[in-house]
């Protein structure tokens, strides 16, 4: 459990809409036209990632008070070996991954993961923008690609497949991840006739996440 004050107190009318994207103060002349009215909708989108609640006190001339709750078990020292053996952090920290993503907000909730991770992350909003980054940047420059499935321009398995196609050496061993709320044996056999290494389902689980990515970083690396 922790929390965090915000100086100035919030209107009874913001509070119900609050932690909706895009959604700002209007009361204010300090904070009018800055921001982009994300960081409370992520904040939402990631304590529920983790099963926990954000609970809000807001009152005049007493300022905001945030309370989040998170549950957690106490870890024990085996199981902690365990993981570290199975996924060591410095198989994806420091490495750089390119994420296709269309969604805002499923972005920066992605993006702020694997940052908080170590990662570096270049996004493209759409599967043609990502492939011409990918052809754009130097070989090796891409450790993994994570992959939704469902975009405009061109969609995940269609970006997959032309990113296996492409002449140059990395382009048939960079890991590439899908990532989408379709969990059945078909989408997941889909995934892997386009190319694709792995699968994870939306709403994406962040340790599963850095478990597969670290998995398959370290595959490709000892193939090379």
């Known amino acids: 459990s922790c929390s965090w004050v915000k100086a100035s107190n919030m209107s009874e009318e913001f509070q119900k809409h609050m932690f909706e994207a895009f959604t700002q103060e209007q009361d204010s002349d300090k904070n009018r036209g800055q921001g982009t009215g994300l960081g409370l909708a992520i904040v939402k989108n990631l304590v ?32 902690t070996d365990a993981k570290l053996a199975e ?12 994420l296709f993503e269309d ?9 702020t993961l694997l940052e908080d991770g170590g990662v570096t992350v270049e996004h493209a909003s759409n599967g043609q923008e990502g492939l011409e980054m990918f052809s754009a940047s130097a ?3 891409y450790d993994a ?5 469902r975009m405009p321009v061109m969609n995940g398995l269609d970006a997959a497949r032309a990113i296996r196609a492409l002449k140059r050496p990395d382009a048939g061993t960079v890991p590439i991840i899908a990532m989408t709320a379709n969990a059945y044996d078909t989408d997941v056999q889909n995934c892997l006739d386009a190319g694709m290494n792995a699968h994870l389902s939306k709403p994406i689980d962040p340790e599963n996440m850095f478990a597969v990515l670290a998995r398959e970083i370290s595959k490709a690396e000892n193939h090379k």
């Open 87 to 98: 996924a060591p952090a410095e198989t994806v920290q420091g490495k750089c991954i390119l």
């Open 48 to 79: 529920d990632l983790m099963d926990g609640t954000v609970e809000v006190d807001s009152a005049p001339g007493k300022g905001t008070v945030f309370n989040i709750t998170i549950p957690a078990q106490k870890s024990q020292a085996a199981n």
């Open 139 to 141: 070989t090796g420059h």
């Open 145 to 149: 690609v994570l992959m939704d499935l």
């Open 103 to 111: 969604n805002r907000i499923n972005a920066e909730i992605a993006q």
